[in-house]
Nanobody, 126 residues
Framework: QVQLVESGGGLAQAGGSLRLSCAASGRTLSSYAMGWFRQAPGKEREFVAA????????YYADSAKGRFTISRDNGKNMVYLQMNSLKSEDTAVYYCAADSNRRYSYTIVTDDYDYWGQGTQVTVSS
């Protein structure tokens, strides 16, 4: 079992940047493919980005491509989401999640993830 804690959220201006971090404790992070999701008020939780266990494969939602970068440091048990060129529509609670089932790939399906953090709020002002 792994526990996940997100940090790095806050208030940013449109066009600005934020870097979200996800710290894992318990089982080593290299045992999990990881994903970032977000949920805006009144909307369903949606996929943002995913990364394989080794970090060799990544995938992004269309809304994140070219602006966001997911990365991981298994030695530090950390996953990151660098968000650049922020837009007001990026405002949401951001969650990191861990998937124990895929060894060499990743998933974009919310229900495939076994463990979730508590989320961190990102607010982008226009």
């Amino acid at each position: 079992q792994v526990q996940l804690v997100e940090s790095g959220g806050g208030l940013a201006q449109a066009g600005g940047s934020l870097r979200l971090s996800c710290a894992a404790s318990g089982r080593t992070l290299s045992s999990y493919a990881m994903g970032w999701f977000r949920q805006a008020p009144g909307k369903e939780r949606e996929f943002v980005a995913a990364i394989s266990r080794s970090g060799g494969s990544t995938y992004y939602a269309d809304s994140a491509k070219g602006r966001f970068t997911i990365s991981r440091d298994n030695g530090k048990n950390m996953v990151y989401l660098q968000m650049n060129s922020l837009k007001s529509e990026d405002t949401a609670v951001y969650y990191c999640a861990a998937d124990s089932n895929r060894r060499y790939s990743y998933t974009i399906v919310t229900d495939d993830y076994d463990y979730w953090g508590q989320g961190t709020q990102v607010t982008v002002s226009s």
